[in-house]
């Protein structure tokens, strides 16, 4: 079965920095692209950032462009967030979610999520 | 960056009811328009991709048309299971990649 299961998400103060993680099984993680996708509760979905099946390449929304990093360890089936200079807006539920196109054929479609874990930023 | 809006914002329907959600892109975006499904406490579910394509295990009774910069997600007769948050997303020009604000589909 495939499972994503996401973590790291605790109350942080503005400014400050936080690694999410992202633990995959059920599939072999370094055919696919993955993203990292946050809404706020209550609220809609905002796209973060992606990371290309090989690590080769990475994109960001402008909103996170030059304050997170995405990264992955395939060794270790393994996505990372880190997150620096956080901001209240940054408050939301983090998802790890795995693209549907396998390597090349990366597709921006979002087939697996995991359940998300909560970044809260706040002094 | 292309924006999606949805409409309505919320639906109030009784089982057996045909749903109709609008999705509007600031620009085209083709058919590269996909559907997701949102249940309180869980994560999206792809419904729908390329516009009109069912994913994997998703029921007859959902489908979807458009292209260009309108979109629209039909739910032919609504099951209780169904009542959730539906958002389109685009993949034509990214990134970024962008959502829809989201249509609550309320039971009436």
Redesign the interface.
Known sequence: EMQLVESGGVVVQPGGSLRLSCAASGFTFDDYTMHWVRQVPGKGLEWVSLILWDGSSTYYANSVKGRFTISRDNSKNSLYLQMNSLRAEDTALYYCVKDIGPRGNYKGLFDYWGQGTLVTVSS | ?IVLTQSPAALSLSPGERATLSCRASQSVSTYL?W?QQKPGQ????LI?DASNR?TGIPARFSGSGSGTDFTLTISSLEPEDFAVY?C?Q?VN?????????TKVEIK
Do not use: K, S, V
């Open positions: 960056e996909a997701y994560a999206p579910r792809l991709y994913a958002y997303q993949r990214w990134p970024p990649l962008t959502f829809g604000g989201g």
